[in-house]
């Protein structure tokens, strides 16, 4: 745990006590902060007082006592309206900051020279943020990795100046640390999201505007419009600025052709790495995550060889392309994260000969904007509430079967693969649905699918030593 010292004597509120919350009230209570902490379930409550937070009803707190109320990300701080707490602190004008917050606060009172990277973007930051902590590790360096990938921060080591801290921020986790100040903040992309807790998207960019806004080195994706803007006005101040692109050469910067990766500086361009052959970074979305994390690597020092040692032994991240084994010549690869159609679309362009497993909880547009790729698929196997809805978009130019279940699609689609006899098949799930219908998210649905793929491949093994 990083122990809070910031507000050390003072009373602070906590609210939200999921997993971040909990490791905010214990890490301020550590640092010597006088906690409050409440939420709207009853049940977290009562699992705080029992691990030893102090917990007070906040409804009827004097808000004028806080020095500052610490706020769970999940908690909304504007739209589609405040919730009541940020009401109440607001009103008694009592600052309202996150855990990322203190953790920038935090680090510049103790440890100033820790490097700091944080991601963010609409999508890609979580591959991006583990595939930077895999480089700085494989290269020997002491990585604490969390943030909104999963681990709370403040529930890492704490601060020194020989730990490199790679943070992976949400737009709701920015909103909430005014004055975050990474030694490389990295902004993949901006495109549609979270409106209905930002309000538009001139908000929605102007807050992850913010990550890069105050890094000592800004690393900017411009293959967006939105993004490309921010780029140009971090240029236009004079500050440290790499831009990254994987669909044309960029001045300075780095940028992908084909399988490398090209840092330019003035002009003038040189190959620093290759990802050609490496599986868990297929695709131009991997390639932009790559050309992300090779751009912050280098600028904290690691060498070409470092990099490319480190990018080639890259296992990726469960559900997100994730290549689960080979039964044959048949690739099977878990892409359950997939959870809408702009999502499965990325996958959908990596491989050339796809048995696809799709299908759940649909979202707003179905897979209508798919259909250009509808050429890569043999077949496609549908299961849950969307099948039907698939199969009308489907009719007359892919075609299908209704699985209706994980089990079923998946054994299909693997007996059909194993008979074709096109090169490189690949049995792909990449749902482009919610999971809620038959799962409880998408990581169940991923499991299931890997479980099934591997107890198929050791029954293959089996049946070929017999």
Known sequence: ??????????????????????VTAKALAAGGADVSAFDDNADSVANAAASGV???????????????????????????EPHWVVTKAKAAGVEIIGDIELFCRERRAIAPDAALIAITGTN??????????HLFRT???????????????LSL??????????????????????????TVGILLNVTEDHLDRHGSME??????????????????????????????????????LERISVKRPVVDGFYVDKTDIFQATDASARQVADLAGIGSLRGAHNAQNAAAAVAAASALGLSDEMIQQGLASFPGLAHRMEEVTRIGPVLFVNDSKATNADAAEKALASFDRIFWILGGKAKTGGIDSLVPYFGKIAKAYLIGAASEAFAATLEGKVPYVMAGTMDRAVALAAEDAARDTEPEPVVLLSPAC???????????????FRELVLARAGADAIEEVR
Not at 1 to 21: E, N, Q, W
Not at 124 to 133: E, N
Not at 165 to 173: A, I, L, M, N, R
Request: proline content about 5%; glycine content about 10%.
């Open 1 to 22: 745990m990083i122990p809070v010292t910031v507000f050390a004597g003072r009373k602070v509120a906590v609210f939200g006590l999921g997993g971040s919350g909990l």
């Open 54 to 80: 102090t917990t007070e009803d906040l409804r009827n707190a004097d808000f004028s006592a806080f020095a500052a109320l610490v706020l769970a990300p999940g908690v909304p701080l504007t739209h589609p």
């Open 124 to 133: 890609g930051k979580s591959t991006t943020t583990a595939l930077i902590g």
């Open 139 to 153: 290269a020997g360096r002491d990585v604490q990795l969390g943030g909104n990938i999963g681990t709370a921060i």
């Open 157 to 182: 080591e704490p601060i020194t100046d020989d730990r490199v801290y790679v943070v992976e921020c949400s737009s709701f986790q920015i909103d909430l640390a005014p004055t975050i100040d990474p």
């Open 203 to 240: 908000r929605y960019a102007a807050i992850k505007a913010r990550l890069v806004d105050g890094a000592a080195t800004a690393v900017v994706g411009v293959d967006d419009d939105w993004s490309a803007s921010i780029a140009a006005e971090i240029d236009r101040r004079g500050k440290p």
């Open 434 to 448: 919610a999971s809620f219908d038959q799962y409880r998210n998408f990581e169940k649905r991923g499991d299931h």
